[in-house]
């Protein structure tokens, strides 16, 4: 059916048949608002069924001859393609997909030929050469009294889609996918498969096309075990089924078919009229990984690693009788040892011929069919919960628990023989049990593990006289039946999977396991008979500490006495797991772990999981009362209250000192030393323990104090490049009666430095202690406030027991929206009123339309970019583009550093994007470059304090924003102005404050202490206005006002309080159009100056007297 239009003047027609004269001849981007493949399209009034395959993003009577551009690129950047592979994946989250092509064509601001306004909209072809989408973007649509048409349409009309809006506009908020003003379709016409599919067809080999044929026999490369029975052959039958001894053409599904046999969908089907049935082993990384995770998932409790994938697929295969077709697949895992089975459906078709879905053996005694009602429930159903997809395994062995580690491979396996033992099993790593170390074990075939010789009782008993470990102590009869094995394994998956264990149950203790010995009871059945057991033990060790973990699998019932736990050769050390009876022991726990026990079994204290690694590599103090450590020359110098170290002395008595060592026992305040105390009090490791020190430069523990740092001081930008670590383990009192056991670390990055103390068990003690610091004067002085010495233990100023931190560099704490500044800055020189040399810029900074590659930064707070500037008494009308976060006289001769960098880099560039988008969501941006300028604790020339600013100017090229960001700002009697200015001072704007002192909690962005101004000067007031804004004119100046309940758009420039100031050098012509400005602000604060075009000359700002001495004689006149 054809669509009307409405009647053309002469005028249009004329012009209308020049320009569709011209799309004719050149373009296959059609004008009007479409796609097409084969020839040009000039037709402006929309119709259906036209005959041809066509994409019509917008399709009316569209007229670039009177504006707009209509243009198309074939996109092929990583950059692109990585955008639309995304949205295709958000999309179709079930479709493997990666592009490899994007065609973009865009129609911006196009006008309607009828006149009336423009159209925006973009569409986008995404293909990856076998699947195609395309993304359709509308961005404005005006209304249009036209005839229009939005959607596709094929060559037969079979494809058709026509996107419901009533209007035009509409389209801008319409969407299928629940993204306004985006609509996406698949387009390429293949099925759309679940994402449980695995890639079938490239590689894959295809089964004849046969009635109730069959593949060759396949030999497998990897045995499939299959209920206890192993084949190393299998069979794709065409009909739906796999078999292993021989094809079958069975159409007609049955039972019990006396065959071992996978039937993802038996019935009749005829690969002859269609379809593809292929099958591969895979055995590549990607696909292996795959199937694991499945088996993971589906199988929590298995160990399971696949080495190899068998995947058989039935792509649209239609069924015998016609009337649809069903593509499903069917995947064989294993490991050699366990097998599973992922059967995924897709598209169904519903049938009236005979069908059976599951699986069976040649016995039945294993035996599945799959409940659904009809064939096309199937593409729904599950028994994991995935629909579509149902998975079994089917090797026929025992289901362990998720805790149990691997076992089989590779052990060595006990004789067979009542009452047995392994021989002496020499271990690699010595094992300590409660104090004693072992260098070999037995693995006892009645459940127990001893340590000296190998132990044959049957009936267990408490008080043995020996070391020994019983996981299950009764007796036991491997003659019958099962397995008992064990291996030393010190692989480092095996490793970390314990270490991770350890971690998990032991969380305050510092751990990475060296050696796991594995011994692993599996079915063994009781002498008695009535049942087996299924369990294992684990000595994890690495060298100095020890835990064992035991795993209980299929526990029989059983009248046998019996007995778990461990024991001692004296029976100090001594445990009896309290179960009623044995099979309660697969569901008890510890650890809150169902199956498992955990007992750490070396004997030595349990330190909180906040002390670092200690022991391994580091240098032990001297065995001596009231000794110290040599000096410590250290790598990275620290920075203590000011002052810089790059020596330290760790003393025995619980303290550090940097010039000296200090015996002193008896703590005192005021000492008159810098001096760090975790612990001072009279110490004596002549009598036992161990004082050790290291400088860690190690990446883990660099990432580790680095972390402990964002945590305790998330306002400063830190990156440890130090640790120095000095621990008192279990050191005793001079007295007696216990010992204490405590850490302390230096962290620094050369700049800023900080103190951890982690305190472990400290024993109760009637000496005189103190812990804190204190410096040479006393200035910066700290005493941790507990009444007794073991409170330390569960005290904190950070509230993590045990631990206390301080900064201790003596800088001043930065506010969190401040950017990393000092690592790799360029520092301004010393000079009073100076600056830096000229700034070339990589990223030019667009400035209210002119566009700078250089800048300056002036040691007087401000930036300027034709010239550097030393005025140090800030002036309106200044004549120059100017930026001055705080524009005041500063010394840095007497302090301080004044720093810049332009920063590209990926996370700075991710960090100011970010703060673009939160105060201007309005504005697309993305940050292709970030200048940074710092003041850092410049004092002013006055005396009387220091100020620390920073100012980030962020460019893209077209768009320049900038952040102010206010740290520690004293007050001052100075002069003093914060805002920024321009050569005709068109725009301008100054922070209207009291003090100085308030910039430090004020703020345009709702964020205290960072102002943030849009100043590119390229974009049109009104066009930031948001939907809570409406754009007004009050006396021929526009701008966006708030409406009733909203708050300001940030985009405008000129924003505090809730009022809004824009300032566009074409509506500040006159004074006149500047006053009105002034309905959209509040009364002029007296420290605000609202700056508009003057003709009067510039206003000369004080210059210095060039000699020094002024600087002590003039300083009161100059305030």
Known sequence: MQWGKEPESVSTALNRALWDADVLEHQ?????????????????????????????????????VNGGTISYREDTSSAVLAQVTEAVHQYYPNVPFTASSAFVATWDSVPYITGGGSVTFQVVLVSNGERSFILINYGDIAETGQVWLAGYDTVDSVNSFQIPAASAPELS??????????????????????????????????????????????????????????????????????????????????????????????????????????????????????VTEAVHQYYPNVPFTASSAFVATWDSVPYITGGGSVTFQVVLVSNGERSFILINYGDIAETGQVWLAGYDTVDSVNSFQIPAASAPELSFSSNINVNGRWSFRVDGSPNLPANFLPFGDGDVVNPISDDGSSEAIFLQQPFKYFGRVYNQIYVNNNGHLTFTEPLSAFVPYVNAGIDIIAPLWT??????????????????????????????YYPNVPFTASSAFVATWDSVPYITGGGSVTFQVVLVSNGERSFILINYGDIAETGQVWLAGYDTVDSVNSFQIPAASAPELSFSSNINVNGRWSFRVDGSPNLPANFLPFGDGDVVNPISDDGSSEAIFLQQPFKYFGRVYNQIYVNNNGHLTFTEPLSAFVPYVNAGIDIIAPLWTDLFNVNGGTISYREDTSSAVLAQVTEAVHQYYPNVPFTASSAFVATWDSVPYITGGGSVTFQVVLVSNGERSFILINYGDIAETGQVWLAGYDTVDSVNSFQIPAASAPELSFSSNINVNGRWSFRVDGSPNLPANFLPFGDGDVVNPISDDGSSEAIFLQQPFKYFGRVYNQIYVNNNGHLTFTEPLSAYVPYLNAGIDIIAPLWTDLFNVNGGTISYREDTSSAVLAQVTEAVHQYYPNVPFTASSAFVATWDSVPYITGGGLVTFQVVLVSNGERSFILINYGDIAETGQVWLAGFDTVDSSHSFAISLVNASELSSSSNVNDNGRWVFHVDGGHDVCDTCTENEACQQRGGVYGCVCLDGQQPNHEIFGLFGDAISTVTERFLESKKQAAALQQFLPAEPRSLRLLGRSSRSRVQAPRKDNSRSRRSSQRARRI
């Open 28 to 64: 296959k981007v059609n004008n009007n608002g479409h796609l097409t493949f084969t020839q040009p399209l000039s037709a402006y009034v929309p119709y259906l069924n036209t005959g041809i395959d066509i994409i019509a993003p917008l399709w009316t009577d569209l007229f670039n």
């Open 173 to 290: 908020f319409s969407s299928n996918i629940n993204v306004n003003g985006r609509w996406s379709f698949r387009v390429d016409g293949s099925p759309n498969l679940p994402a449980n599919f695995l890639p079938f067809g490239d590689g894959d080999v295809v089964n004849p096309i046969s009635d109730d044929g069959s593949s060759e026999a396949i030999f497998l490369q990897q045995p499939f075990k299959y209920f206890g029975r192993v084949y190393n052959q299998i069979y794709v039958n065409n009909n739906g089924h796999l078999t292993f001894t021989e094809p079958l053409s069975a159409f007609v599904p049955y039972v019990n078919a006396g065959i071992d046999i996978i039937a993802p969908l038996w019935t009749d089907l005829f690969n002859v009229n269609g379809g593809t049935i292929s099958y591969r082993e895979d055995t590549s990384s990607a696909v292996l990984a795959q």
């Open 475 to 504: 007796d036991l009869f491997n003659v019958n039946g099962g397995t008992i094995s064990y291996r030393e394994d010190t692989s480092s998956a095996v490793l970390a999977q314990v270490t991770e264990a350890v971690h998990q």
